[in-house]
Nanobody
Framework: QVQLVESGGGLVQAGGSLKLSCAGS????????MGWFRQAPGKEREVVTT????????YYADSVKGRFTISRNNAKFTVYLQMDSLKPEDTAIYYC?????????????????WGQGTQVTVSS
C-alpha cells in the first residue's frame, strides 16, 4: 500500500494561487494512478483531478478545469496540484489519493490509499 503525505495548504485570497504536494512511498507508486480529492464542510468528498501512472493522461472536474493542474514526478515519488484563480468555493480539505495497480485513472472507485489531508481556505 502507498503511504501519502500532503503539504502546501493554507489561506489565500480569492484570485490567488497555491501549490499542493503529495509525497508518496511504496514500490507501486510509479505504476498507479494518483488523484486529488476535496471535502468541504457539510459536503461529501469529491474528486478534483486524477492522473495516470505516466502523467500522460489527466481528468479534471468541471469546477476546476482551466484553473487547476495536476502533475507528477515519479523519480521523486511526488504528485502536485497547482491551483490558480482560486475561489471561495474551493475552500476544503484536500486529500491526495492513490489508485490501484491495473485500474484506470478514470476509475475513481479504485482510489483506496489516502493522505491525512491539507486545509485550503480561500477568502473573498
Amino acid at each position: 500500500q502507498v503511504q501519502l503525505v500532503e503539504s502546501g495548504g493554507g489561506l489565500v485570497q480569492a484570485g490567488g494561487s497555491l501549490k499542493l504536494s503529495c509525497a508518496g512511498s511504496g514500490r507501486t507508486f510509479s505504476r498507479i494512478a494518483m488523484g486529488w480529492f476535496r471535502q468541504a464542510p457539510g459536503k461529501e468528498r469529491e474528486v478534483v483531478t486524477t492522473i495516470n501512472w505516466s502523467g500522460g493522461s489527466t481528468y479534471y472536474a468541471d469546477s476546476v478545469k482551466g484553473r487547476f493542474t495536476i502533475s507528477r514526478n515519479n523519480a521523486k515519488f511526488t504528485v502536485y496540484l497547482q491551483m490558480d484563480s482560486l475561489k471561495p468555493e474551493d475552500t476544503a480539505i484536500y486529500y491526495c489519493a492513490a489508485g490501484t495497480y491495473g485500474r484506470s485513472y478514470y476509475d475513481v472507485s479504485s482510489f483506496n490509499s489516502w493522505g491525512q489531508g491539507t486545509q485550503v481556505t480561500v477568502s473573498s
